[in-house]
């Protein structure tokens, strides 16, 4: 990495290179969300001061005391939630809006949803920096879904809960998936899928994570 400046190029190829390495050697072995990871440019998602290491595999800080989530968390995520080609997705918590654009290299439509107005802002910059398309934030509480848009194939929940909402469960397509991390927020949670089969819901269990909590209500 070039210690002087902003990253160069030849930079970012090297350590875009070694981030799909690393996700390879973990067991990420999707052509679609390795070609996600190779595309999308995760320095433009991460506060200037930290850009040089977009992508070394750790969580980095953002603004209202949240983060990014770490490359191989995110990954691991995406592969319960089988986004590839699907057709309407929906995030709960935007943050930088970076697993947002990851989303929308993979699927057609993703909604994405962020309770802090200042963060569904930048996020929204950080996607036109991008070149991040069929993605659109709103400012909302996430916790409560997105009936106008639903219902959705996919549902991605980008921080903790201790419980699912049944809100969110009701806005799934008969067929679709949800990942959430399911646990409480001083401990490991698990990665928790759910499958809607008519008017069940089927659970399995992908590995274990520790992220933020997800908290309801809007702030301005």
């Given at each position: 990495m070039n210690d002087d400046g902003p990253l160069e190029f030849t930079d970012i190829q090297m350590a875009r290179a070694s981030l799909i390495l690393s996700l390879r050697q973990h067991g990420i072995m999707e052509p679609e969300i390795l070609r996600a990871f190779e595309s999308v440019?995760?320095?433009v998602f991460v506060p200037e001061e930290f850009a040089e290491y977009a992508y070394r595999d750790g969580s980095l800080p953002i603004t209202h005391g949240q983060s990014i989530t770490s490359p191989l968390h995110l990954a691991t995520m995406f592969v319960a939630l089988d986004p590839y080609k699907a057709n309407k997705v929906l995030e709960v918590g935007t943050?930088?809006?970076y697993s947002a654009a990851l989303l929308g290299y993979m699927a057609r439509r993703v909604f994405t949803l962020e309770r802090v107005?200042?963060?569904a802002r930048t996020a929204e910059r950080n996607w036109a920096k991008a070149g991040s398309?069929?993605?659109i934030g709103f400012h909302e509480d996430g916790l409560v879904g997105l009936e106008a848009q639903q219902p959705f194939d996919r549902i991605l929940l980008s921080g903790s809960v201790e419980e699912i909402p049944q809100a969110l469960l009701e806005q799934l397509t008969?067929?679709?998936i949800l990942v959430a991390p399911v646990g409480m927020a001083e401990d490991k949670q698990t990665i928790t899928r759910i499958v809607r089969a008519g008017d069940r819901y089927v659970?399995?269990?992908h590995g274990q994570i520790r992220l933020a909590e997800l908290i309801s209500g809007k702030i301005r």
């Open positions: 440019p995760h320095e943050g930088s809006g107005k200042e963060l398309a069929g993605v008969d067929g679709g659970a399995s269990d």
